[in-house]
């Protein structure tokens, strides 16, 4: 089992930043890929960006150039840094990891409201 906390979420206004955090316990050994996800209100929840253990990455078109994540896998840490950001990345975002099983896990989620 793992288990994922998130922390750094709140309001900021248009053109600001944020940065989210995650930290993996339990089982970490067993996590290949971490990543966010975010669900805006009446939306499905979409992936923002993932990265292997390897350290391979990706992101979602919309927040490319203005979304990086990282990763310290020997302290089990995901980073999501969020510049530019828009009142559409307003959502919950969720933190993810899945293991070599492909089994997901997912955090409680940290919201994110992009307003003036």
């Known amino acids: 089992q793992v288990q994922l906390e998130e922390s750094g979420g709140g309001l900021v206004q248009p053109g600001g930043s944020l940065r989210l955090s995650c930290t993996a316990s339990?089982?970490?050994?067993?996590?290949?890929?971490m990543g966010w996800y975010r669900q805006a209100p009446g939306k499905q929840r979409e992936l923002v960006a993932t990265?292997?253990?390897?350290?391979?990455?990706n992101y979602v078109d919309s927040v490319k150039g203005r979304f990086t994540i990282s990763r310290d896998v020997a302290k089990s840490t995901l980073t999501l840094q969020m510049n530019s950001l828009k009142s559409e990345d307003t959502a919950v975002y969720y933190c993810?990891?899945?293991?070599?099983?492909?089994?997901?896990?997912w955090g409680q989620g940290t919201q994110v409201i992009v307003s003036s």
């Open positions: 339990g089982s970490r050994l067993a996590i290949n890929s």
């Open positions: 990265i292997t253990r390897a350290g391979r990455i």
């Open positions: 993810n990891a899945q293991s070599w099983s492909a089994t997901n896990y």
